[in-house]
């Protein structure tokens, strides 16, 4: 008899410690964001906000990085200032998917020193960026109820990750280097094949009838993205394209081989696109990213060489 009770408690109590150690792992604040086997950070759902005044502003926030055409775009109902894109046509699902150019590592980790501009750069900055390059428009001024709002959804995003850290899956994941030069020639076919049902035979993107945005938005052209993006340096392109294009896919399920991915970033960023000056950028030559397009270098390679490799 005691035997029996022995052998049924040992499984039962081994089992009930197994439970009890998941309920604790899975408490919030115990998330795991930054180790080899973390999950990757995914934000919180905008329903999950709060319903007091802070609240709604963070909703308001969330709205301008969805539909910032329909505030700040060519007719915008609050003012003209960016080029007609949403934020979230390249931060997808408002900045909160996995390797999606999320922005999970955006609270914890500013004011951070940058070498693009060469300063310790605020958020406020670090989103004016975007509204200028990726935009290619104008920066918002800091007191505006608009970037109080966007800061306040980016707050409110990250405020479980850790300071000072940057969670697995935040913004765009690079891809292992091709031991040749990227092809735009290659990366035409590869358009023509996975991309220009959407985006068009000249990358130029098809509004969508029921927003102010775009139902595909402009990969090349007057409405694009400008030079001085981060989408310009083709590491980020191929990227941000490997992880999420044709949509909805995602980095659990992919389409582009590496080879395509760099390929097709080639061809779309040897397409015009609106200019900017860049004349202030990388004080220090000697920071430049491998694959910035435009020198003069501190290592003596060419701008082509730069920009398509092999790096
Ligand atoms: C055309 C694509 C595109 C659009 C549109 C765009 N961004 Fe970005 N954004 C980028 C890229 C690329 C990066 C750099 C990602 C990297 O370096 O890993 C970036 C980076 C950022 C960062 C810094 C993220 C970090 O972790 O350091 C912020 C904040 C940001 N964008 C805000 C915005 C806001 C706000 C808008 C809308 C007003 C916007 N972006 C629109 C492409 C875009
Ligand atoms: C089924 C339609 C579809 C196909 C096919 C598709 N895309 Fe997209 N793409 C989208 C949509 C929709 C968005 C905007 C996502 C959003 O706003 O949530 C987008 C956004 C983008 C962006 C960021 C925004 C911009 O305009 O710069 C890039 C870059 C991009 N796609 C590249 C590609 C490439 C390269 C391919 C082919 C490998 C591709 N896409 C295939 C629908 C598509």
Known sequence: ????????????????????????TKQPGKHDYTSEEADCWTGAGINQA???????????????????????GPKGTVAHISNGMNCQNCHLEAGTKPWGNNYGGVASTYPKFRARSGTIETIEK??????????????????????????????WLGNEVPKGTKPK?????????????ANPAKGKMVYTMYCERCHGSNGEGQADPNTSGYAYPPLWGAH??????????ISLLAGYVKNNMPSPLNY???????????????FINSQPRPSKDKTKDWPDISKKPFDHPFGPYADGLSESQHKYGPW
Request: hydrophobic share 45%; glycine share 6%; with cysteine.
């Open 224 to 233: 694009s993205y400008n030079d001085g993006a981060g989408l310009y340096r």
């Open 50 to 72: 709060p319903v007091d005044s802070a609240g709604m502003l963070i909703r308001y926030g969330h709205s301008l990085i969805s539909n910032t055409a329909f505030y700040l």
């Open 1 to 24: 008899m005691i035997r029996f009770k022995i052998s049924w408690l040992f499984p039962v109590s081994l089992a009930l410690l197994f439970i009890g150690l998941m309920i604790y």
């Open 169 to 181: 899956g935040s913004g765009i994941a690079q891809l292992t280097r091709l031991s040749r030069a």
């Open 252 to 266: 659990h399920q992919t389409q582009l081989s590496d080879e395509n991915a760099w390929d097709v970033a080639a």
């Open 126 to 155: 670090r989103i004016n960026d975007c509204f200028e390059r990726s935009l290619n428009g104008a920066a918002l001024p800091s007191d505006s109820r608009e970037m109080k709002a966007i800061m306040a959804y980016m707050q």
